[in-house]
C-alpha cells in the first residue's frame, strides 16, 4: 500500500541521517559521547513521563518522570566519573525509592521502579562500555551493528514473508518469520563484525549475535507492552518514521546491560 511505502522511505530517511551522526559520537568518544547519552537519559524520562501521565495521572507522571530522570543522570555521571560501582547502587536505591513513593497503588510502584531501570540501566551500560580501553569502541560498534542489523532484517523480512503474528497482543506487525530474518541477520553482522576488527572466534560470533538479537527484539516488545499499558501508539514523535527516542533505541533496553554484565563478569569471549 501506499501508505506503508511511504511511512518504510521516512524510516529509511531518517536512519541515513541519524546513524552516521550516532557512529561519530560513539568513536569520538570522551565528553562528546558521554554528553550524548545524558541527552538520550533526557529525552528518554521525558517520554516516560508522558506515559506515566497518560495512564496515571499528571501528578504521578511527574513524579515518575522526575525520577527516571534525576537517577537516570546521577547514575551516567557516576559511571562517566569513573564509579559503576556508586552507578548501579544509585539505581537500585532509586528504584526502591520510586516504589515506595508510589506505594498506594501496587501498579504505579512497578511502573515508577520500571522507569528508573528503564532509563538509567541502558545509559550506564553504554557509557561504562566506552569507556573500557583498547576494547571499549570494538565492543560498542559491535552491539550496535547487531541491533541495527537485527531491527532492519526483521522489519524487511517480516513485510516480505508475512507469516503467524509473533506477539500480536502486544506489537502485532510483528511476525516470527521477522525474528528469524533478525537472528539470522545479526548473526551474520557479528561474524563480519569479528572478522573485520581481526577478533577471530567467529562462531562464537554468530551465537553470540543470535542471542543478542533475540534480546533486542524482547527489548523491543518491552517497550510495546509498555505503551500498550500506557494506550499509545509511539512513546514520542521526535523521530520521522520511527516515533520517540524510547522507540528508538528499545532494541538496547536490554542488550546494552546485558554486553556490560558479561563484560564485566568476564564472560565475555573477547581477546
Do not use: N
Not at 569513573?82 to 511502573?111: D, K, N, Y
Not at 503474528?165 to 506489537?171: E, F, V, Y
Not at 533505541?249 to 564472560?267: E, H, I, N, Y
Amino acid at each position: 500500500m501506499p501508505d506503508d511505502k511511504s511511512a518504510f522511505r521516512l524510516r529509511v530517511l531518517s536512519a541515513l541521517a541519524l546513524v552516521p551522526i550516532a557512529l561519530g559520537i560513539v568513536v569520538a568518544g570522551g565528553w562528546i559521547y558521554t554528553a550524548f547519552v545524558g541527552l538520550l537519559a533526557v529525552l528518554m524520562a521525558l517520554e516516560w513521563r508522558r506515559l506515566s501521565e497518560v495512564r496515571f495521572g499528571r501528578e504521578y507522571g511527574r513524579l515518575a518522570g522526575g525520577l527516571a530522570l534525576g537517577l537516570g543522570l546521577a547514575a551516567t555521571i557516576f559511571t562517566a566519573l569513573g564509579r559503576p560501582r556508586e552507578a548501579v547502587a544509585c539505581i537500585v536505591l532509586g528504584m526502591v525509592l520510586a516504589g515506595l513513593l508510589a506505594r498506594t497503588r501496587a501498579a504505579a510502584s512497578l511502573w515508577a521502579s520500571m522507569g528508573v531501570a528503564l532509563v538509567a540501566l541502558p545509559a550506564v551500560a553504554l557509557v561504562w562500555l566506552r569507556s573500557i580501553p583498547d576494547v571499549g569502541l570494538d565492543l560498542l560498534l559491535w552491539l550496535l551493528i547487531v541491533v541495527w542489523t537485527t531491527d532492519t532484517a526483521a522489519y524487511m523480512v517480516g513485510r516480505r514473508v508475512g507469516g503467524p503474528r509473533l506477539a500480536p497482543s502486544i506489537s502485532p506487525g510483528k511476525t516470527w518469520s521477522g525474528l528469524g530474518g533478525g537472528v539470522i541477520g545479526a548473526g551474520l553482522a557479528s561474524v563480519l563484525t569479528y572478522w573485520a576488527l581481526d577478533v577471530g572466534r567467529l562462531v562464537h560470533a554468530a551465537g553470540l549475535g543470535a542471542l543478542f538479537a533475540v534480546l533486542a527484539q524482547l527489548g523491543d516488545l518491552a517497550e510495546s507492552a509498555l505503551k500498550r499499558r500506557a494506550g499509545v501508539k509511539d512513546s514520542g514523535s521526535l523521530i520521522p518514521g520511527h516515533g520517540g527516542v524510547l522507540d528508538r533505541v528499545d532494541g538496547l533496553l536490554l542488550t546494552a546491560p546485558a554486553l556490560a554484565l558479561l563484560v564485566g563478569s568476564k564472560a565475555w569471549p573477547w581477546p
